[in-house]
């Protein structure tokens, strides 16, 4: 494999609209030592990036849309040859925000939709209204034909609405649905025993494996449930059958269930690179280091490189090089971030055979 930067999520600030419950850097409209940085700092980050590499970038937050120059990021970004996106909550899309999302030529952007009605995704985004934000945000996105794709978070709390989103998102109009099952970090640790149980989880990715396997619309994939991997791979040949997978678009998957600090990475407010969204250790900072020192010199990105590494199951399991667990979990859960995936119940066949 090789371990160049392809996507990178920029939090370009921390500061939020909404206060959702699983948020992964806790934002809320007001943060404090977290400051937003300057537009001078914004490009030199991006000429520093554009120097060694070509990814897409997915400017994100907190909520993008409430830094005013916004568009004048992606602008710079795209104008130096980088394929700019934007993540948004949907809230504050107005016609005015679709023009310049157009203006600013930016490629996909992605919104939430964590319920099939306004109860549960206002419940799980802890603001009235939210819904019809991110369903007006889509009639907008249709009229001015701005390509969007849709992520859901789930929790034991939404999971019984996972196929009705799925048909609803269908509906929609979007290039692809990605569902992820939250990762207990940020405002997420609060909600610990929310998760969805492990015996739970294989069940969601088989019935997830059948829509992929079935839907030649909507591209779909579990975002961030690497042993999504093992499942495709165990079923099609349970099946005997030559399932192919199509490929995707401005998504961080693709090659391997996890890319954390091995193709994709985030970039924090504060200039820290981290592997991923959810997985809060900094492999380096951009205020003192060049991107490019970051991503080939840090013992972090190192260490997640080094699949043989890995402890208990991942590390002896066959699996291992298209799916590595969620590093992010085993750092959350154990602390101990080459620990095992917590959420996967296999047993890798080298453990079987020695019982
Ligand atoms: S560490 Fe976990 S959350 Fe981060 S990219 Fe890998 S699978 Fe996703
Ligand atoms: S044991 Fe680890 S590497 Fe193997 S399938 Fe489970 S999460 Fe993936």
Redesign the pocket.
């Known amino acids: 494999m090789e371990f160049e930067p392809k996507w990178i999520a920029w939090e370009i600030t921390r500061r939020c609209n909404l206060k959702c419950v699983h948020c992964r850097s806790s934002s809320e409209l007001a943060i404090e030592g977290h400051p937003d940085f300057s537009f001078d700092e914004a490009k030199r980050v991006i000429d520093d990036i554009v120097s060694y590499a070509s990814p897409v970038i997915v400017l994100s937050g907190g909520e993008p849309l409430l830094r005013e120059d916004v568009f004048d990021i992606a602008k710079y970004g795209e104008s130096k040859g980088l394929r700019m996106c934007l993540a948004t909550n949907g809230t504050l899309v107005t016609d005015d925000i679709c023009k310049k999302i157009v203006d600013a030529r930016i490629k996909m952007v992605s919104l939430s939709l964590d319920g099939a009605k306004a109860e549960t995704h206002d419940n799980f985004r802890n603001q009235e209204g939210a819904f019809d934000g991110t369903m007006n945000a889509i009639k907008l996105f249709k009229e001015h034909n701005i390509p969007f794709l849709i992520n859901s978070s789930f929790t034991i709390r939404n999971r019984k609405e996972i196929p009705e989103i799925y048909k609803l998102v269908k509906g929609l109009g979007a290039t692809a649905w990605y569902m992820f099952m939250i990762?207990p970090t940020g405002r997420g640790e609060d909600i610990m025993e929310e998760l969805i149980p492990i015996d739970l989880y294989d069940e969601i990715l088989e019935w997830h494996y059948e829509i992929e396997k079935n839907d030649d619309e909507l591209l779909t994939r579990p975002?961030?449930a690497?042993h999504y991997y093992r499942i495709v791979r165990q079923k099609a040949k349970e099946e005997n059958s030559s399932f192919k997978r199509r490929n995707l678009k401005f998504s961080?998957g693709g090659s391997k269930?996890?890319?954390?600090g091995q193709l994709?990475c985030l970039i924090d407010v504060d200039l820290d690179v981290l592997?991923?969204?959810?997985?809060p250790k900094s492999a380096g900072n951009l205020y003192k280091q060049s991107f490019k020192e970051v991503w080939e010199d840090s013992k972090l990105f190192a260490e997640m490189r080094d699949f043989k590494g890995y402890k208990d199951n991942c590390g002896s399991c066959e699996y291992v090089n298209v799916c590595g667990g969620?590093?992010?979990?085993a750092y959350a859960m154990t602390g101990d971030y080459l620990a095992q995936e917590p959420f996967c119940n296999y047993i890798p066949r080298s453990i079987r055979e020695k019982e």
């Open positions: 990762v975002t961030c690497p961080t269930g996890c890319l954390a994709i592997p991923c969204s959810y997985f969620c590093r992010a979990r």
